[in-house]
């Protein structure tokens, strides 16, 4: 059974997805493509969720979404900026 990942009060998954996306200029529709082309069964609905924090994510998504967009897990997992 493959492992979902939570977020949690100081690092939000889904939104550091969403702007390491969006500083990439790379559209939802795409990185989902993508995932699908990698054999990852992936709706735009359900990477809508998981940018938006209401759906978990799975340890293979969380990898195909770090090679689509080229960054790394140091990224992708980074902690909320204090200020």
């Given amino acids: 059974m493959e492992q979902k990942i939570k977020?949690?009060?100081?690092?939000?998954i889904g939104k550091n997805i969403h702007d390491l996306?969006?500083?990439?200029?790379i559209r939802q529709k795409d990185v989902v493509r993508e995932m699908q082309l990698?054999?990852?069964?992936?709706t735009r609905e359900a990477?809508?969720?998981?940018e938006g924090g209401r759906q978990h994510i799975y340890a293979s998504?969380?990898?195909?979404i770090k090679d689509v967009l080229g960054v790394s897990y140091d990224e992708l997992?980074?902690?909320k900026k204090m200020g």
């Fill in 7 to 12: 977020s949690d009060t100081e690092i939000n």
């Fill in 38 to 42: 990698r054999g990852l069964p992936i």
């Fill in 61 to 64: 998504q969380l990898e195909a």
């Fill in 47 to 50: 990477y809508v969720k998981i």
């Fill in 21 to 25: 996306r969006k500083a990439k200029q």
């Fill in 77 to 79: 997992l980074a902690r």
